[in-house]
């Protein structure tokens, strides 16, 4: 009887030593995994932007890494974005991180600029240029976004009888008291964070952390799926930028469902 009470604790304290191991070693797995995966992305925007070797007129690669020629290919990129979505009827974003500034735009035409008051960008866009900048010469297109405020507000009216019951709209916008953070996904996989600068009531830094945890336990969540089935996590490059609350709310209001985006980088 003694002895079967000695091996209870006995398994019960291997059980929690394998456990615990494989925990870690799956840890270590997965943060070896998530080192990988900014680089496999990198190289998947060079496989399919980068520079291919003509054979029978062949070109010096040290001219990728000249300063001159990388400047004129940013403004290329950019000109070309803009003049592609200059041709449609829809409004449109352009983001000049080079000027922080971001605009809002009708075929070709600024009808609305603001500041960038902070901003920070994912590391691999700065790397690879040619092949980066080739990328961006094409207008971003919106799959999908989150915010904390809703994209067209609502309101439910009862209808009057008469004249006589008749009241004008005297609700105002509640998004006047909340604060504005969003996030735009793009179809080439980068994410573009939009954050309200100004923490105008108690609270307003809390929410944008909750905001932005939200999004991190989400990407976390499936990046712990695909490293389970041995896959490398899927890295989205970013942008975060920070504006004023009435600039944020205006420009994510403004910018239709599947908008375009234009980035100088």
Do not use: W
């Amino acid at each position: 009887m003694n002895t079967e009470v000695n091996v209870r604790p006995f398994y019960r304290k291997i059980s929690f030593i394998v456990i615990s191991s494989l925990l870690v070693a799956f840890m270590i797995y997965h943060t070896v995994m998530s080192v990988i995966a900014p680089a496999r992305k990198l190289k998947e925007i060079h496989e399919k932007y980068g520079f291919v070797q003509n054979q029978k007129n062949p070109v010096d690669e040290r001219i990728f890494s000249d300063s001159a020629f990388i400047s004129l290919m940013r403004e290329k990129a950019y000109f070309q974005s803009r003049v592609a979505m200059a041709g449609t009827d829809s409004i449109y974003m352009t983001i000049n991180l080079a000027d922080s500034t971001v605009n809002l735009e009708i075929s070709g035409v600024v009808v609305h600029t603001t500041d960038i008051k902070k901003q920070h960008i994912s590391s691999i866009l700065s790397k690879d240029e040619y092949s980066v900048l080739n990328m961006l010469s094409a207008p971003l297109v919106i799959e999908r976004d989150y915010s904390t405020i809703m994209k067209e507000p609502l309101m439910i009216k009862m209808a009057p009888k008469d004249t006589s019951e008749y009241q004008p709209d005297i609700i105002p916008d509640t998004a006047d008291f909340e604060p504005v953070n969003f996030i735009l996904v793009m179809d080439n996989s980068i994410n573009i964070y939009v954050y309200q600068e100004e923490k105008l009531k108690f609270g307003d830094g809390f929410r944008r952390f909750v905001f932005d945890l939200r999004d991190r336990l989400k990407y976390t969540a499936a990046s712990l799926a695909r490293t389970a089935s041995f896959r490398v996590p899927d890295y989205r490059p970013f942008i975060k930028i920070r504006l004023s609350r009435a600039d944020a709310k205006r420009i994510y209001r403004a910018l239709p469902y599947h908008g375009q985006v234009g980035l100088y980088r």
